[in-house]
Every structure is written in C-alpha cells, then in structure tokens.
C-alpha cells in the first residue's frame, strides 16, 4: 500500500531519465555472450565413441518402448549408462578450462 502510494505520489521511477537505457543498450553489445564451458564439453563428449554407443542403445531401448502401447519396461538402465559415460568423459576435461 505504501509503494503504491509513493508511485501515485512520484510517478514511475522508469519515467525520470532517458539516458540511462541508451547507455545500457551500449554496454549489452560491447558484451559478449556468455557460453557455459559445461555445455560445450558435454556437447564433444557425446560425440566420442564410447558415449555414442550408450546413446544407440537409448535410442534403440526408446523406439522400442514407444511403438509398445502396453508395456512397463522404461529406458532408465539405457539412460543412467549413457549419462554415467559422458559425464565420465566431462570430468576429465572440465577442470582444464576453469580458472
């Protein structure tokens, strides 16, 4: 109640100044976008040949399981193998490029 006050009172404290968004637009560009180290090296690690075949299985164990309509099998032996062998691969290489 009390801010609501205040902003019927003042106005929006948005509406006061102008300058303050061209001069925040000019540092957005100057920045560059901000890539997670993580992602890109589960990103290679998936494409090695150990964690390429854990994924075939996945895919295999998914197709399976969904052209069944009636079935209680689930992929989660398939899932946690092919995530235990990137993240294998992950640790090995994250640690380099943290400063």
């Known amino acids: 109640m009390v801010f609501e006050r205040k902003m019927l009172t003042y106005g929006d404290p948005d509406d006061e100044e ?23 090296i589960r990103a ?21 399981v969904s052209s069944r309509s009636n079935t209680e099998e689930d ?10 062998a990137r993240d294998h691969c992950v640790a090995h290489k994250l640690f380099h490029n943290v400063k």
């Open 18 to 40: 102008e300058d303050g968004p061209a001069e925040e637009e000019e540092e957005e560009e100057e920045e560059e976008e901000m890539v997670d180290p993580l992602e890109t």
């Open 44 to 64: 290679k690690c998936e494409q090695t040949e150990h964690c390429v075949h854990y994924k075939e299985r996945l895919e295999t164990c998914e197709a399976r």
């Open 75 to 84: 992929c989660t032996e398939e899932l946690f193998d092919f995530l235990h």
